[in-house]
């Protein structure tokens, strides 16, 4: 165990130093959702008025949504830079080395929490400004990153599994675009469910991004908490699930090389 953490520090720095030396790439990911925040939250900002919204403002029913959406497509294509190992065959190269072997997994994982964790902050932060107070305070302003990072850690999980079995950007970009907005859509990150079509509700139960817009809400708004912590427990386990289907894959690219 000891030998994991230490050796998934280690590659995590890499992946962070690696991340610094691009500020163009820093700048994009932190600008992005400030745009969809301000974009989003004035283009929608008349449906509260619609049946099913329990906030007084759109930037309040909002800004968790934009939370999980940038969750969501940040770990979506953290399988990208295996797929750059790969081609430059620095991961073959870390195989023949004693080095854990989960922690190559592991590492970029993490890199895509911290990575969504800091996007949050600044999203919540912005939201805090244009009006949406978080009622459920400190504890609640943990909660939304807590599930944004649950949800994060496991799509980034997955996104590298896929990596390790496509080893082609064009398909991680193909699945990326295939499954990132209609997650989002079948979800109640923009609409309320009162106002969504009952198909849409249904499939949503089972849409973890739907999970964390769910939990991120609540307890933004500081209620439910025991809905928002089971909520995050199902995050956690679909986190499992995603490592232990990564894992495999991994164990697949081992046996070609």
């Known amino acids: ?22 500020p163009i ?7 992005q959702p400030v745009i969809w925040l ?29 939370v999980v959406m940038t969750s969501l ?17 620095v991961l073959d190269r870390l195989l023949t080395t004693p080095l854990h072997r989960a922690s190559l997994i592991a590492a970029r994982v993490a890199h895509t929490s ?21 009622a459920g ?5 943990l909660l939304i990153l807590l599930a944004a990072v649950l949800l994060g850690a496991g799509i980034a999980a997955l996104s ?23 997650l989002v859509f079948l979800s109640t990150a923009f609409m309320a469910a009162e106002s969504m079509p009952q198909w849409i509700r249904t499939l949503s139960k089972g849409n973890p991004v739907n999970w964390a817009v769910d939990a991120s809400r609540q307890a933004m708004q500081g209620v439910a908490i025991g809905d928002v912590w089971m909520k995050c427990g199902l995050l956690a386990v679909f986190l499992i699930l995603a490592g232990w289907v990564a894992t495999q894959a991994f164990t697949m690219y081992r046996k070609t090389v």
Do not use: C
């Not at 790439?25 to 600008?31: G, K, S």
């Not at 497509?73 to 065959?89: N, V």
């Not at 305070?137 to 302003?141: A, D, H, I, R």
């Not at 950007?169 to 295939?178: G, P, Q, R, Y």
């Open 160 to 182: 590298n599994g896929l990596a390790l079995i496509a080893r082609r950007e064009e398909t991680l970009i193909a699945v990326a675009n295939f499954f990132g907005m209609p």
């Open 25 to 31: 790439w820093i700048a994009v990911t932190l600008v």
């Open 73 to 89: 497509f940040s770990a979506i294509w953290s399988g990208m830079g295996m797929i750059e190992d790969l081609k430059e065959g």
């Open 38 to 66: 301000t974009l989003f939250g004035q283009l929608f900002r008349n449906v509260v008025e619609l049946p099913g919204f329990s906030t007084g403002t759109y930037i309040e029913f909002l800004t968790p949504g934009v």
């Open 114 to 134: 911290i990575t969504i964790a800091v996007q949050s902050v600044l999203i919540l932060l912005l939201g805090w400004m244009l009006g949406a107070g978080v």
């Open 1 to 22: 165990m000891q030998t994991f953490v230490a050796d998934t520090n280690q590659l995590l720095i890499r992946h962070l130093r690696t991340t610094l030396r691009l």
């Open 137 to 141: 305070g400190v504890g609640g302003f």
